[in-house]
C-alpha cells in the first residue's frame, strides 16, 4: 500500500484513503530506500526506474510517451506501523515534490549518521506530520511532509519492556476514521 498525503495535508494509506491514526508511530526501514525516475500521465504512472539509495540514479532514456512533465526524480522508502489502530500495516512512501524530496533525504541522512554513531539501533520511529506554505506561483497551498524521530530501535524491533500493572480497563472512545 502507499502511504502519502492528501490535498489538505492528512496522511492517508490505501485504495480507500484510509487516514492514518493522529500519534501513530512508524518504523522506516533502513535499507528500504530508492531513488529514480517516475513519469505520469493522466492520472496514471506511465513509467518508473527506480534503484537502491546505495546505487548511482539510472541512465534516462526519453520518457514514455503522454508524460505530462517527462521524467521527475523520485524517493521512496518503507514504513511499518508500530502503535495505535493501524499497528502492524505496512506502507511506501514516495514522493516527486520538493518537500518529500528534501524530507526523505534529510531522514536518509540521519539514518546514515545514526548507523555510524549507534549500528545496534539503526531504525528510526517516526511521526508523521505537515507543514504548509502559500505558493507564489498560485497554486494555493502546498503541503511537505514531515519526518519527525521519536525514539530508535533494533532491526529486531523495540526491546521488551516490562508490562505495568494495568488498572480495570475502561471502555475506550470509538474514532471513526475518514475515508476519502
Known sequence: MFLRMDKTGHWVYGQDST???D??????NPY???HGFVAWGEGAMLGSKMVPISEPLPDLGPAPAG????????IGFDLACVSGEDE????RFSGTSMGSIKASGALGLLIADRVDSDP???VPVVSLSSDSYISKKGFGRI??????????????GPA???EPEAPAPEEAPTRRRRRA
Open 88 to 91: 502492524g500495516t505496512n506502507v
Open 32 to 34: 528500504s530506500f530508492v
Open 23 to 28: 500519534g501513530s508511530l512508524w518504523a522506516v
Open 19 to 21: 487516514e492514518v491514526e
Open 67 to 74: 508524460a505530462k512533465q517527462g521524467w521527475q526524480k523520485q
Open 160 to 162: 521488551a519492556e516490562p
Open 143 to 156: 503541503y511537505n511532509p514531515i519526518f519527525s524521530v521519536q525514539k530508535w530501535i533494533s532491526l529486531d
Open 120 to 122: 545496534a539501533t539503526p
